[in-house]
């Protein structure tokens, strides 16, 4: 066996490329890389019985740390173009931040700021003061509050306003939302007590009201935004359950999940109660997440009446469910687009909801050609067409909504469309697609930037590896 053969860490170390890569990266981290690398060779050499040169294993050994030391010393977090037409993708991220949010996130990033500091009194301040000028102004609420996502606001909303008592729920709204988000199971967590009324299909006001007891803390309302259920159907409306609320003296909390604060029925979609028409109801409490249809970073918003946002700040559960100077700033400058700016061509999201057919249809022509420059003639393309495309909100609004829009399928010969997908996936940036029975489709809707473009070579690169 060659196993006397193989070189010590530290003459692999003196090699000069070797040398380069400690300059770069550090000696540690280098030194890590050669004895992983040696102990593959051993095994290798174990497993085949062969015997190497000491020089070959040298050169071999060698030739691999520059890669591998390029690979281990890079995030998993890799970028990746969003060709499916999903416009709010929970596994890539939901909203891409718009460029007021990116500046103003990256100038407090690197910098110290005034994130719990009163700078006209030179005493602490809180970090809660920075967005809840901007959320009140935008949605009419008495207050505001941000937290780490819309399952932290629920839950915190529930634990100050209902712990150890009792939370009215329609049982239409007992929803599980992605990622295992599930009212009931956020209720047990709050230490509230679910009390359902109703029945899947239908519930009634006088439901709501027969089950109020002296227990009763709270009358909950859920979006319920991913399912939806058809025919005979009948929910207590806010308006009846606000009422309800003001007789009865109960707060009334909605958790909206994806809050918008434009109506969305200019860009085709089902006109959904905004934010502020919400709080115009008299709804006491209304919690959304920021990186849905608000286009934001990921944060859970909370606005409503000053008494109940007041008792969540004080709850101790905030402390462990607040939120940083980046969120704070990127939500800033998300909020400040739709209150002094261009929310329909700066916000990603409202702009990818907002363009008009004949906008995506000309960008799809505008991809067909580029993709047929760079493949149109490759032995492996069948055909490139441009076709109309059902794209979708996403995020778990509008689950039933099927968008119009437009893209580019191909067919290819000769290779699977699964390893097309694939070896997409695996390219710098990575691309995830569609597919249609046999074809692979790019939405042109989700596409940022110069993506189009990206594609088209990215296409060509990955048709021409064997
Ligand atoms: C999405 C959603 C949530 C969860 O929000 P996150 O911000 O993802 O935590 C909760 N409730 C409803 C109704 C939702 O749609």
Known sequence: MGLKNIPAVDEILAQKPVTKLIEKYNREFVVQLVRRTLDQQRKEIRASGQSLERAQILKEVVGKLGRLAEEASQGTLVRVINATGVVLHTNLGRAPLGNRALHYMQEMAGTYNNLEMDLERGERGSRYTHVEALLQELTGAEAALVVNNNAAAVLLGLSTLAASREVIVSRGQLVEIGGAFRIPEVMKLSGAKLVEVGTTNKTYIADFRNAITDQTGLLFAAHTSNYKIIGFTEEV?????????????????????????LSPS????????????????????????????????QAGIIVGRKHLIDAMKKNQLTRALRVDKLTIAALEGTLIEFLAGDPENNIPVIAML????????????????????????????????LIPLEDMVGGGAYPTHKIRG????????????????????????????????????????????????????LLAEVLSVK
Request: glycine share 8%; charged share 30%; with cysteine.
């Open 266 to 297: 200019g860009w085709g979609l089902e006109e959904e109660p905004t934010v502020q028409a919400c709080i115009k109801a008299g709804v006491d409490v209304v919690t959304f997440s920021g990186d849905k249809l608000l286009g934001g970073p």
């Open 354 to 385: 907002a363009r008009t057919e004949e906008l995506l249809q000309q960008q799809a022509e505008e991809l067909h050609a580029r993709i047929t420059s760079s493949i149109g003639n490759h032995k492996r393309v069948e055909l490139i067409e």
């Open 406 to 457: 437009y893209g580019v399928e191909i067919k290819f010969k000769g290779i699977s469309l699964e390893e097309v997908a694939r070896k997409l996936r695996q390219t710098e940036p990575a691309v995830v697609t569609r597919r249609q029975e046999d074809r692979l489709t790019i939405s042109v809707r989700t596409l940022l930037n110069d993506d189009a473009q990206t594609i088209a070579k």
């Open 237 to 261: 409306t806010l308006e009846e359950l606000v009422a309800l609320g003001e007789e009865t003296s109960l707060p009334v909390m909605q958790d909206l999940g994806s809050g918008i604060l």
